[in-house]
């Protein structure tokens, strides 16, 4: 299952949740119970072919050798 980030649109509290990829609806808010959540897009960290990491967007990273979220080329 996936970790997303959330955040709370009543009290601003950013939290991550481990969810369920048939679940629709957002999780409530660890810190006042709202279920006025939104999903935050996240970075991700691409591995270079020399085993290092670089994080960012994708379409960043794509020109600087970085194998890009959700490209599958993670080493």
Same mark, same amino acid.
């Not at 006025?36 to 935050?40: A, N, P």
């Given at each position: 299952m996936p970790i997303y980030e959330y955040k709370c649109n009543?009290?601003?509290h950013i939290f991550e949740e481990l969810v369920s990829v048939s679940k629709s609806e957002s999780p409530e808010c660890l810190s006042c119970g709202s279920l006025?959540?939104?999903?935050?897009i996240s970075a991700c960290i691409g591995h270079l072919s020399d085993g290092s990491s670089e *994080? %960012?967007?994708?379409?960043?990273?794509?020109? *600087? %050798?970085?194998a890009g979220c959700g490209s599958g080329g993670f080493s």
């Open positions: 009543k009290c601003g006025d959540t939104i999903k935050l *994080s %960012g967007s994708y379409s960043s990273s794509v020109g *600087s %050798g970085a």
